[in-house]
Structures are given as C-alpha cells and as structure tokens.
C-alpha cells in the first residue's frame, strides 16, 4: 500500500505474544507509552510509527500503521529492531 488510505484515520491493531504473560508495551514515534496490554493488544489507533516491546527494557521493534493490522510476537521479532526514542520535554518559556 502507498500512502494512507485517505477514508480512514484510525486502524485496528492485533498484537499477540508468545506467552499469555507477556507484557506489551507500545509507544508512539517519540518515545511516550500509548498503551501497555498483558499477553494480547487490541487496539485501534491513529494512523502513524509506533515501536513495540515485550517486557519493558527489552529490544524495540517499530510497526508502520497505515492499515489494518495483526502481529505475532514472532512476526515482530522477525524484523528489524529498532532503537527506542527518548521522549523530549520542552523547555519552559
């Protein structure tokens, strides 16, 4: 698909991991917590660049959302990791 599918601005997300222990940590493209599910997400989110950990301090993989979309911890381990980013805070004025 190129490009976002110009109807929609919010898509479902599936991410299923190995063990129904498993914590999920998901973050948007500048480093702050989106949301944290146990064993299974399910969401529906804002078209954009997310990154994805399973257990919090472990390697981050990033997820394109420009459609609907459904993961497996393998699947997502499969790929690229990526670096974390780290959230700025913006100076007072």
């Known amino acids: ?35 944290k599910e146990v064993g299974e997400l399910h969401e529906r989110l804002m078209a954009g660049d997310y990154i994805v950990e399973f257990g919090l301090g472990t390697t981050c993989y990033p997820i394109r959302l420009r459609e609907d979309a459904e993961y497996t911890q393998h699947d997502l381990q499969a790929g690229p ?12 004025a």
């Open 1 to 35: 698909m190129t490009g976002f599918d110009t109807g929609r601005i919010y898509f479902d997300l599936q991410i299923t991991a190995e063990s129904p222990t498993t914590e999920i940590w998901l973050g948007d493209d500048e480093g702050h917590l989106v949301v």
């Open 81 to 92: 990791a990526c670096e974390r980013p780290v959230p700025q805070i913006p100076d007072e």
